[in-house]
């Protein structure tokens, strides 16, 4: 079983950056392709990035692309999100997930394991 939990999320200006961190448990999270997905309230979930098990391909939606990076660690079984130049409408919640299938990763049904998110507010 694969548990992820999120960290790093704040109240930051607009402008500023974050990194938000996802540790998993159990070494063969360095398997699995690793996601970031957010939500705002009274919107769907939507992809941000993924990163491949070998951390060699990276993926993003274009809302952040030139803003976010998507990086992981396997040594420490920790994914991060490096975000500059938050916006208000970067505010969200922001879940890590896991999956073991390569494809199909901007969709949520793609995932099996979630964390349970954290909060990222972005002041205007």
């Known amino acids: 079983q694969v548990q992820l939990v999120e960290s790093g999320g704040g109240l930051v200006q607009a402008g500023g950056s974050l990194r938000l961190s996802c540790a998993g448990s159990g070494r063969t999270l360095s398997t699995y392709t690793m996601g970031w997905f957010r939500q705002a309230p009274g919107k769907e979930r939507e992809f941000v990035a993924a990163i491949s098990s070998s951390g060699g391909v990276t993926y993003d939606t274009n809302s952040v692309k030139g803003r976010f990076t998507i990086s992981r660690d396997n040594a420490k079984t920790t994914v991060y999100l490096q975000m500059y130049s938050l916006q208000p409408e970067d505010a969200a919640v922001y879940y890590c997930?896991?999956?073991?299938?390569?494809?199909?990763?901007?969709?949520?049904?793609?995932?099996?394991?979630w964390g349970r998110g954290t909060q990222v507010t972005v002041s205007s």
């Open positions: 997930a896991a999956t073991a299938n390569p494809y199909g990763l901007t969709s949520t049904t793609t995932y099996n394991h």
